[in-house]
């Protein structure tokens, strides 16, 4: 059973940064597809970078060039550094896992996840 648990949410102004955290338990390798979504109430829960096949990374458009997700395979830990930060990117981050996904990595959703952390709020004033 993987076990996923996020840190490092909190609030700042906008252009501020931070860096989220997702320590994971369990059996997981390199085949492994891990990702960070994030939710806002009344929307959809949407990807926002995706890590996989020996740290080929993909984003999505609304935060390229400003996140940049990483991976200490060492310590089985993802991270995501976020920076130059909005009031839209105000929402509850969570890390998920697909085992042996990263063939699909680069266009996972929410319906492919199997494994997700508790979430980590992160809040962007203006």
């Known amino acids: 059973q993987v076990q996923l648990v996020e840190s490092g949410g909190g609030s700042v102004q906008a252009g501020g940064s931070l860096r989220l955290s997702c320590a994971i338990s369990?059996?997981?390798?390199?085949?492994?597809?891990k990702a960070w979504f994030r939710e806002v109430p009344g929307k959809e829960r949407e990807r926002v970078a995706s890590?996989?096949?020996?740290?080929?990374?993909t984003y999505s458009d609304s935060v390229k060039g400003r996140f940049t997700i990483s991976q200490d395979v060492a310590n089985n830990r993802l991270y995501l550094q976020m920076n130059n930060l909005r009031p839209e990117d105000t929402a509850m981050y969570y890390c998920?896992?697909?085992?042996?996904?990263?063939?699909?990595?680069?266009?996972?959703?929410?319906?492919?996840?199997?494994?997700w952390g508790q979430g980590a709020q992160v809040t962007v004033s203006s």
């Open positions: 998920g896992v697909v085992p042996r996904g990263g063939v699909f990595c680069h266009i996972v959703n929410r319906f492919d996840i199997n494994f």
């Open positions: 890590i996989y096949a020996y740290g080929r990374t």
């Open positions: 369990g059996y997981t390798d390199s085949s492994d597809c």
